[in-house]
Every structure is written in structure tokens, then in C-alpha cells.
């Protein structure tokens, strides 16, 4: 955090908290017209449960936006809407990575250098898809998935 860029920080804070705000506000009414209602689907990270070193803008953005599923779920209850977070733990997206060493491609792989089958994509999207196929009566409050090799941000197996 000593050296970290602030502009790194707005960009993460502007994407993952005031972006999810602004599509948020956007659409809830709508959902809350809708028949037999709708659901706000968070996508947050595990990142916003446990922080790790040099991850310090994105960890806080991440724990604003897991506080704002549970805001939002407080705030709706009574009305028909369901608010599901699903935070996801070491998943290998090309984006996420590049972006985050800034374009580094070599140290974007290294992350995932040794770690037998990290989460995909198409893993995440079953998630959502599960929680979204629930009856309406159903809020899925959150869900954490985690590969089997990622224990924690400090402990990850390796070959």
C-alpha cells in the first residue's frame, strides 16, 4: 500500500463499487416490477473475505461491493427481489490477470503456475446459473468457490 497507484485504486473502485452501484440503481426497479420479481446477481470475490499482500485496492474494492449485497439484501427484504453474491477464489481469466500485472502476460501465467485445474469460467457461470434456477422463494445469500488446490490466498497447492 506504500507505493500502490491511485489511479490503479480509482479504476477498481469506479469499476467494482460505483459500477455496481450505478447498474444497481438502474435496474431494481425494474426488477421489482417485474412478475414473480428478480435477482441482483454480485459477482464479488474472495478477495473481499480475506486479503493478501500488494492486493490491498483491489481486496477493499471487493469487500465494498460484498457489503453491498448485504446492504441491498437488508434493505429489500419484503420486496421481491433476491440479492446473490457469489465469490469466486482462484479462477484463470486472461483479463483479470493481464490487467492485473499490467500486461505482464509471463507473470499474468505465473499465478497459476503448478495449481492443478483452477476455477474457469464456465465453473463461475454454473453457479450463477444454479443459484438463478432456485425457486423465487429462494435467496442464495452467498456463495465462496474455491478450487480444490486454493485453501486460502497463502496456502495453494502446487505441482
Known amino acids: 500500500m506504500a507505493t500502490?497507484?491511485?489511479?490503479?485504486?480509482?479504476s477498481m473502485y469506479?469499476?467494482?463499487?460505483?459500477?455496481?452501484l450505478r447498474i444497481t440503481q438502474k435496474l431494481l426497479p425494474v426488477l421489482k416490477?417485474?412478475?414473480?420479481?428478480g435477482t441482483v446477481q454480485f459477482?464479488?470475490?474472495t478477495a473481499g473475505i480475506e486479503p493478501y499482500?500488494?492486493?490491498g485496492g483491489y481486496c477493499a474494492s471487493k469487500f465494498a461491493e460484498r457489503v453491498?449485497?448485504?446492504?441491498?439484501?437488508?434493505?429489500?427484504?419484503?420486496?421481491?427481489?433476491?440479492?446473490?453474491?457469489?465469490?469466486?477464489?482462484?479462477?484463470?481469466?486472461e483479463e483479470f490477470s493481464l490487467k492485473r500485472f499490467h500486461g505482464d502476460a509471463?507473470?499474468?501465467?505465473s499465478v497459476y503456475d503448478g495449481v492443478p485445474d483452477p476455477l474457469e469460467a464456465e465453473g463461475i457461470a454454473e453457479c450463477v446459473r444454479w443459484?438463478?434456477?432456485?425457486?423465487?422463494?429462494?435467496?442464495?445469500?452467498?456463495?465462496?468457490?474455491r478450487p480444490r488446490a486454493e485453501g486460502s490466498y497463502t496456502k495453494v497447492f502446487r505441482r
Open 43 to 45: 459477482i464479488s470475490s
Open 131 to 145: 443459484a438463478l434456477d432456485q425457486p423465487d422463494t429462494v435467496d442464495v445469500d452467498s456463495i465462496v468457490v
Open 106 to 109: 509471463e507473470r499474468a501465467a
Open 14 to 20: 469506479e469499476l467494482n463499487v460505483l459500477g455496481t
Open 68 to 93: 453491498m449485497a448485504r446492504v441491498l439484501r437488508l434493505e429489500q427484504i419484503g420486496e421481491p427481489v433476491r440479492i446473490v453474491d457469489i465469490l469466486p477464489g482462484m479462477i484463470r481469466t
Open 53 to 55: 499482500e500488494g492486493g
Open 33 to 37: 416490477r417485474a412478475a414473480g420479481g
Open 4 to 10: 500502490a497507484d491511485l489511479d490503479d485504486w480509482r
